[in-house]
């Protein structure tokens, strides 16, 4: 059996309760792994710890049980081989656009010229569509979508083993939030990196994801099944919801995240659960799609 490129082996994180002995549980026994190149989403109701786990891969907090491995070395820390990109944007606000991405890259290439951290920045501007002039403003002077743009280059730029995306596209308006979608996986499918993502969207999930993972509510949260989307790319806006598997997918999200999370959520199944169950749509029917149940999850 072959090891994944990032393995998450019996993951807790707990802190004290302010009323009691017991301390206060947020997700325990979380187990997954993805392998390098996959594009993986995990969807769950807010308070399940989402963020938690990502700051956690990011090394940017630390879980209370468990290990994180990654190309067969343990997490421990910050690092430049794990890009983040937050809600927030998280730029520095004195520096232009283009420098955001110069600084993350300069410190990433420590022994490159001037030359050569400026045109690669400046490349991977271009792919997000902020070139010809856009570069050279600050944050305060381009739009959210804009600015969620600039994050994102500056996180492929420094060309990270494993990007971590954490609900990137929320704050963003229907069509901005489409076109950027569309860069994101642009950029993914030319270099190959191997991408974990926080969102609450179900159709972003099934749009972008190659698996999604599905966390149970908390206390006690764990991710409870591992779905495979099973639609092949590249992948067309305007044409995945003709694919056979997009509604099987769609709806099997929103049973499990309208009911089953909550079934499923408490400390016997989390203590009692292993690895999660795989789901897969591979096989097409004759049956007409289902109808598009309407659900969101909100923080």
């Known amino acids: ?21 017991e301390p206060l549980t947020v997700f325990e026994n979380v187990n997954f792994g993805i392998e390098r190149g996959e594009f993986v989403c995990i969807i769950g109701h807010s ?17 209370t049980d468990g290990v994180v491995i990654m190309n067969q070395r343990e997490v421990k820390g ?35 010229s001037k030359e050569q951290v400026r045109a690669h920045s400046y490349k991977y501007l271009e792919m997000v569509g902020l070139a010809d002039g856009a570069e050279h403003r600050k944050p305060s002077q381009l739009s959210g979508g804009m600015r ?7 996180a492929f730029a420094i060309q990270p083993e494993l990007l971590l995306l954490d609900e990137p596209f929320g704050a ?17 499918r030319g270099t190959e990196q191997t991408v974990f993502m926080i969102t609450h969207d179900v159709d972003e999930a099934i749009y972008l994801a190659d698996r999604i993972l599905l966390m149970t509510n908390g206390p006690y949260a764990r991710v409870a099944e591992s779905v ?49 169950e795989t789901v897969r749509f591979d096989e097409p029917d004759d049956e007409r799609p289902a109808a598009p149940t309407l659900y969101a999850v909100n923080e």
Not at 50 to 63: F, R
Not at 85 to 94: A, C, D, G, T
Not at 245 to 252: G, I, L, T
Request: charged share 25%; proline share 7%; net charge positive.
């Open 1 to 21: 059996m072959n090891t994944p490129f990032l393995s998450i082996e019996g993951l807790a994180k707990r802190f004290p309760s302010p009323d009691g002995p």
């Open 47 to 63: 308070g399940c710890g989402k963020s938690t786990i990502m700051n956690v891969l990011a090394g940017l907090d630390e879980a």
């Open 78 to 112: 910050p690092s430049l081989d794990r890009g983040v990109v937050f809600q927030n944007y998280s730029l520095l606000p004195w520096l232009s656009a283009l420098k955001n991405v110069t600084f993350a890259v300069a410190a990433r290439h420590k022994d490159w």
């Open 148 to 154: 969620q743009r600039v994050s994102i280059a500056r």
């Open 172 to 188: 963003l308006d229907a069509l901005t939030r489409g076109t950027i979608q569309d860069e994101l996986l642009k950029i993914w």
């Open 228 to 276: 495979e989307v099973g639609i092949p790319r590249p992948r067309a806006r305007d044409e995945i919801v003709e694919h056979p598997n997009y509604y099987k997918v769609r709806n099997h999200l929103v049973h499990f995240l309208a009911r089953r999370s909550k079934e499923m959520a408490g400390r016997e199944h989390a203590t009692a659960s292993g690895r999660p």
